[in-house]
């Protein structure tokens, strides 16, 4: 039995978690972890525009630098 999420599945867990900030790191990411035809899987406008709006919504913003009291 294989437990391992699929490639879709593990590029949408990746954009909520907040790791990664572009669709591009995701890719980069699942490459990383093994996945093969990650291009592949990750085809397309509407499938692409949505990861791009969860790692929007979800990577942490920079710290503030003029609140860090240099």
């Known amino acids: 039995m294989n437990s391992r999420p699929t490639t879709i599945e593990r590029a949408y867990e990746l954009a909520r978690s907040g790791a990664c900030r572009t669709v591009s790191e995701i890719k980069q990411r699942l490459t990383a972890e093994g996945y093969d035809r990650v291009r592949d899987s ?7 525009a949505d990861l791009r709006k969860l790692c929007q919504a979800h990577y942490p913003p920079p710290p503030d630098k003029a609140n860090q009291g240099d």
């Open 42 to 48: 990750l085809y397309g406008q509407s499938l692409n």
